[in-house]
T-cell receptor
Framework: GENVEQHPSTLSVQEGDSAVIKCTYS??????FPWYKQELGKGPQLIID?????GEKKDQRIAVTLNKTAKHFSLHITETQPEDSAVYFC?????????FGRGTSLIVHP | DAGVIQSPRHEVTEMGQEVTLRCKPI?????LFWYRQTMMRGLELLIY????????DSGMPEDRFSAKMPNASFSTLKIQPSEPRDSAVYFC????????????FGPGTRLTVT
């Protein structure tokens, strides 16, 4: 099965700083790379995703970069805000079947 | 759309009792997933359905767990008999799958087995 590692497990930043979370995976056949955000008491929610034929995707303050050769992809959040505080999960997927990372707790201090 | 609906939101039961969790996926979505989330093991995929048919149940921990999807708008996850180690948050998610892989999660059911 797919082995997924996510780093760091906890990330604390000041409001306005950038945050980067990295996800490494083992299955070279994985072809879909989403990031989910989970707020306290809620289910995970997709925030950005990328397919294997694209190296980078950006949506306002959020971006995802993919390195298929090295088998890792990263989430980049710029100009962080307190409402970005949550747990973030990567979920490298073979088609629509994901394997979730253990999550990164992001804390943005005002 | 109301999103994925799960019930109950909280369930407290005694060891040995039967527990049934319910899920209504988003209308038009043809794939449905059941997950379990714990601090120790993270978010685990238990089983998924495509067009109401179970495709892979290799994540189901034991024979005490079973899942059904009798129609496109309803699924159940049953634990019988329940044990304290089953305590977790159980999520249901649905996906259009045919043209996008995005999964839409429900709010979850927090299960406590005493």
């Amino acid at each position: 099965g797919e082995n997924v590692e996510q780093h760091p497990s906890t990330l604390s930043v000041q409001e306005g700083d950038s945050a980067v979370i990295k996800c490494t995976y083992s299955d070279s056949a994985s072809n879909y790379f989403p990031w989910y955000k989970q707020e306290l008491g809620k289910g995970p929610q997709l925030i950005i995703d990328i397919r294997s034929n694209v190296g980078e995707k950006k949506d306002q303050r959020i971006a995802v970069t993919l390195n298929k050769t090295a088998k890792h992809f990263s989430l980049h959040i710029t100009e962080t805000q307190p409402e970005d505080s949550a747990v973030y999960f990567c979920a490298p997927s073979l088609s629509y079947i994901p394997t979730f990372g253990r999550g990164t707790s992001l804390i943005v201090h005002p | 759309d109301a999103g994925v609906i799960q019930s109950p939101r909280h369930e407290v039961t005694e060891m040995g009792q039967e527990v049934t969790l319910r899920c209504k996926p988003i209308s038009g979505h043809n794939s449905l997933f059941w997950y379990r989330q714990t601090m120790m093991r993270g978010l685990e995929l238990l089983i998924y359905f495509n067009n109401n048919v179970p495709i892979d149940d290799s994540g189901m921990p034991e024979d005490r767990f079973s899942a059904k999807m009798p129609n496109a708008s309803f699924s159940t996850l049953k634990i019988q008999p329940s044990e304290p180690r089953d305590s977790a948050v159980y999520f249901c998610a649905s996906s259009p799958a045919s043209h996008t892989y995005e999964q839409y999660f429900g709010p979850g059911t927090r299960l406590t087995v005493t």
